[in-house]
């Protein structure tokens, strides 16, 4: 069972990994935006950067979340409220990365329509990490009322 949950999450996180790769460095020549630097103000530019090292932070920390989750799994150490802290992390800042991914696209000029497009698969990672935290939530319920029945 622990070898075949450690090749799912293997597998999560190289689909994860070749995700933003494919997004930051094997992007198509379809969709090419070009921002004159004269055009743009400092203001705009700091937000800018902001924004990104601060989805750089979101998918570190995602990252390292997902990381100690499946460790904790391994453990036997599976419906706890660290694991539950851990899942909610994880969803905040996928959903954090998402939106910023989508406000830079919208900063720089990309169409709304595709710059949601493009951090779909953010938000929906993110939702789904944190619905799979409520159901966390109720298995340690049940766990618990199951242990003081006992």
């Known amino acids: 069972m622990k070898r ?15 995700d933003l790769i494919s997004t ?26 902001f924004v990104l090292l601060l989805a750089l932070c979101a998918i570190v920390v995602a990252f390292v979340c997902f990381i100690k989750f499946i460790l904790n799994v391994n ?15 994880y969803g905040v800042c996928a959903l954090a990365c998402g ?6 696209s919208v900063i720089i000029g990309i169409e709304p ?7 779909l698969d953010a938000l929906g ?15 340690l319920n049940m766990q618990e009322g199951k242990n003081v029945a006992v």
């Open 4 to 18: 075949y949950i450690n090749i799912l999450c293997v597998l999560i996180l190289a689909l994860t990994l070749v």
């Open 24 to 49: 930051f460095f094997l992007s198509s020549g379809d969709v090419s935006t070009s921002v004159d630097p004269k055009s743009v103000s400092l203001g705009t530019a700091l937000f800018v950067l």
């Open 75 to 89: 453990r036997n150490e599976v419906f706890t409220q660290k694991n539950i802290s851990l899942l909610r992390k």
């Open 99 to 104: 939106v910023c991914v989508a406000c830079v």
């Open 113 to 119: 329509g595709v710059a949601v497009s493009d951090s």
């Open 125 to 139: 990672e993110g939702l789904f990490a944190l619905l799979m935290s409520e159901v966390f939530v109720i298995g």
